[in-house]
């Protein structure tokens, strides 16, 4: 299923990873954002942490939130785009 998403592609020296941004909800619950992080790595084919579109809290891997923590989230080069996920309720993989 395509869905429009707002990410920020980051390459750092040391990793190649994803931020998208999701509804504040997406990451109040933490089994709910695991499962949505793996469905993105998949579709990313990285790293990806979730930030809260309103509050800007960051869910994901410790060593990319810490870095994500020296920017204002206006800094990251966010770009709007159509994504292929997945939908697990239909079995599609």
Not at 72 to 78: I, K, N, S
Request: proline share 6%; glycine share 4%.
């Amino acid at each position: 299923m395509r869905h429009n998403i707002a990410h920020a592609l980051i390459q750092d020296e040391n990793i190649n990873f994803a931020v998208v941004s999701v509804v504040d909800a997406a990451i109040a619950q933490p089994e709910q954002a695991e499962r949505l992080i793996e469905t993105l790595q998949a579709a990313y084919g990285c790293p990806v942490v979730l930030m809260g579109e309103e509050n800007h809290q960051l869910f994901g891997r410790q060593d990319i939130v810490d870095f994500l923590n020296q920017f204002d989230p206006a800094q990251l080069p966010w770009e709007q785009t159509q994504i292929d996920i997945p939908d697990p309720s239909r079995g599609e993989a």
